[in-house]
């Protein structure tokens, strides 16, 4: 069974840093698509970022470029998002995600065969 596990999540003010983490089992993440997804309180579920396989592809919301870095250890089978500049507005539960090919539907939830439960990011103003 693939699973993934999410970490990192916790309370920060404004401004500040973040590292969220995804390790990922029964799987091997080498030829997969790794993604960020987030659901702040009554809204929808939205795309945050996606990674290709060896890390050279990447696309981010725009409302975190300059501010959110996907990055991934495929040796390790983890996932991470450094987020800086933290913004009230990026309270969240922060969801990783796979996906086995690339596709124009990547910044949709369609493509995504296995999420993680989460983990809350809270950004105080």
């Known amino acids: 069974q693939v699973r993934l596990v999410e970490s990192g999540g916790g309370l920060v003010q404004a401004g500040g840093s973040l590292r969220l983490s995804c390790v990922a089992s029964g799987i091997t993440l080498g030829s997969q698509i790794m993604a960020w997804f987030r659901q702040a309180p009554g809204k929808e579920r939205e795309f945050v970022t996606y990674?290709?396989?060896?890390?050279?592809?990447?696309d981010y919301k725009d409302s975190v470029k300059g501010r959110f870095t996907a990055s991934r250890d495929n040796a390790k089978n983890m996932l991470y998002l450094r987020m800086n500049g933290l913004k009230p507005e990026d309270t969240a539960v922060y969801y990783c995600?796979?996906?086995?090919?690339?596709?124009?539907?990547?910044?949709?939830?369609?493509?995504?065969?296995?999420w993680g439960k989460g983990t809350l990011v809270t950004v105080s103003s």
């Open positions: 990674i290709s396989g060896d890390g050279g592809l990447t």
């Open positions: 995600a796979i996906a086995d090919r690339l596709t124009p539907l990547l910044t949709t939830q369609t493509p995504y065969h296995t």
